[in-house]
Nanobody, 124 residues
Framework: QVQLVESGGGLVQAGGSLRLSCAAS????????MAWFRRTPGKEREFVAA????????RYADSVKGRFAISRDNAKNTVYLQMNGLKPEDTAVYYC?????????????????WGQGTQVTVSS
């Protein structure tokens, strides 16, 4: 079992940047692949980015490639999502998720552990 708490969301103008953090507690953090998903009203939760346990492998949704970067610090039990060049269409609730073993997958059903989410709003 692992507990996840996101932080770092907020209101930012288009073109701006935010860094989301997700702090994990519970079982060994390095045993989990970590991912970020997001959900906008009326839509299903969609994959944003994921990272394996050693940070040797990452994966991104096409819509954020080149603008967002996922990273993790296993010593701090934390995963990050650096978001640059934000667009109004990035407005969503962003969720951190964890799965074990540490193979990167991009569907919500493969992640049993979720945080409560943090709101990101990008104004035009």
């Amino acid at each position: 079992q692992v507990q996840l708490v996101e932080s770092g969301g907020g209101l930012v103008q288009a073109g701006g940047s935010l860094r989301l953090s997700c702090a994990a507690s519970g079982r060994t953090f390095s045993a989990y692949a970590m991912a970020w998903f997001r959900r906008t009203p009326g839509k299903e939760r969609e994959f944003v980015a994921a990272i394996n346990w050693s940070s040797s492998s990452t994966r991104y949704a096409d819509s954020v490639k080149g603008r967002f970067a996922i990273s993790r610090d296993n010593a701090k039990n934390t995963v990050y999502l650096q978001m640059n060049g934000l667009k109004p269409e990035d407005t969503a609730v962003y969720y951190c998720a964890a799965r074990s073993p540490t193979i990167i997958l991009i569907t919500t059903s493969n992640y049993p552990y979720w945080g409560q989410g943090t709101q990101v709003t990008v104004s035009s």
